[in-house]
């Protein structure tokens, strides 16, 4: 069944570097999206992404975030300032034109800010 | 901003038994719901979903339920087994444009299953 991957698996970064997180979506999928969830909260929209630009993004996506996909496969979310309060599990999804199916998830990355 | 409530935090049932799993929402805007399971480091896993135009989707020992006059929605499983013990989360979306369907999540429900 395909899969989303993510790298890493777990992030520890210094207050204030850059992190950049990598996913590889579905081949065939047109959607791609990044949530976050901080432990013990629920599961946020951060960013949706179609057609090689950004369609959405939450409060939360501010300018210290940015994504890309640089190579038509890899899909990437890059924070360039990290915050303590980055800390969070972030998940890429990714989906077909027709969303009945389902986003499909990765695993996540667990990002720890120190 | 709780657009998605899921007001049990866990539940727990006896294996064969239906797990039935709750879940409010107030935008009415929203269109397609969808439920997803979560084990412990792991991403969400689509489990069904179910658009506004129906009340009752089914697949296999999964059942959504959609009361759109109440804003409520329910997912059935029967019978319950140990391995479907997890984290489940409710999920609604609408078309916010270029069909978009960000999802908006619930709280999520940990369920057991008790062989």
């Known amino acids: 069944e395909p899969e989303v991957t993510q790298t890493p698996s777990h992030q520890v970064t210094q207050m204030g570097q850059e992190v950049i997180l990598r996913c590889v979506p579905i081949?065939?999928?047109?959607?791609f999206y990044w949530y976050r969830q901080i432990l013990g909260q629920k599961v946020e929209f951060l960013v949706s992404?179609?057609?090689?630009?950004?369609?959405?993004k939450s409060e939360i996506f501010d300018d210290q975030f940015s994504v890309e996909r640089p190579d038509g496969s890899n899909f990437t979310l890059k924070i360039r300032s990290t915050k303590l309060e980055d800390s969070a599990m972030y998940f890429c999804?990714?989906?077909?034109?027709?969303?009945?199916?389902?986003?499909?998830f990765g695993s996540g990355t667990r990002l720890t800010v120190v | 901003d709780q657009q998605v409530k899921q007001n049990s935090p866990s539940l727990s049932v006896q294996e064969g038994r239906i797990s039935i799993l709750n879940c409010d929402y107030t935008?009415?805007?929203?269109?397609?719901f969808l439920w997803y399971k979560k084990y412990p480091a792991e991403g969400p896993t689509f489990l069904i979903s179910?658009?506004?135009?129906?009340d009752k989707n089914e697949d296999g020992r999964f059942t959504v339920f959609l009361n759109k006059s109440a804003k409520h929605l329910s997912l059935h499983i029967v019978p319950s087994q140990p391995g479907d013990s997890a984290v489940y989360f409710c999920a609604a979306s609408f078309d916010s444009g270029g069909s978009n369907y960000k999802l908006t999540f619930g709280k999520g429900t940990l369920l057991t299953v008790n062989p």
């Open positions: 992404f179609y057609n090689n630009e950004i369609s959405e």
């Open positions: 179910i658009s506004s135009i129906k």
């Open positions: 999804a990714s989906r077909e034109q027709v969303p009945v199916h389902g986003y499909t």
């Open positions: 935008n009415s805007m929203f269109d397609y």
């Open positions: 081949s065939n999928h047109l959607y």
